[in-house]
Nanobody, 129 residues
Framework: VQLQASGGGLVQAGDSLTLSCKAS????????MAWFRQAPGRERAFVAT????????YFAGSVKGRFTISRDNTKNTMYLQMNSLRPEDTAVYYC???????????????????????WGQGTQVTVSS
């Protein structure tokens, strides 16, 4: 699976932005998908994940209620709708795919980079105050 993230940009605090992650190859629905982000000088961190069917989701506490994750399996694309953006959301956002359509039952595993075998190249999101 090859992943291509897009949609990043420069926005102001309080604005909204939608990221997309386009996957190549077949059986997109066979992969649970996730978004991670890496702020300057910090380690890459989990943002959100969605199951292969799109029926299960999980969010990091810092974005819950502000971000929405979704996917369109007919288009091999996952989305991250980001609302009420804050300067601390500034980061490079990466999409990732798991070799399993379901979310790991363990919260620690589903938020771990090690659970995701495929990664996109990242898209920069900058939120100005």
């Amino acid at each position: 699976v090859q992943l291509q993230a897009s949609g990043g940009g420069l926005v102001q605090a309080g604005d909204s932005l939608t990221l997309s992650c386009k996957a190549s190859g077949r059986s997109f629905s066979s992969h649970a998908m996730a978004w991670f982000r890496q702020a300057p000088g910090r380690e890459r961190a989990f943002v959100a994940t969605i199951s292969g069917t799109g029926k299960s989701e999980y969010f990091a506490g810092s974005v819950k209620g502000r971000f929405t994750i979704s996917r369109d399996n007919t288009k091999n694309t996952m989305y991250l709708q980001m609302n009420s953006l804050r300067p601390e959301d500034t980061a490079v956002y990466y999409c990732a795919a798991r070799s399993n359509p379901i979310l790991s039952p363990s919260m620690r595993q589903r938020t771990s980079e090690n659970e995701y075998a495929y990664w996109g190249q990242g898209t920069q999101v900058t939120v100005s105050s």
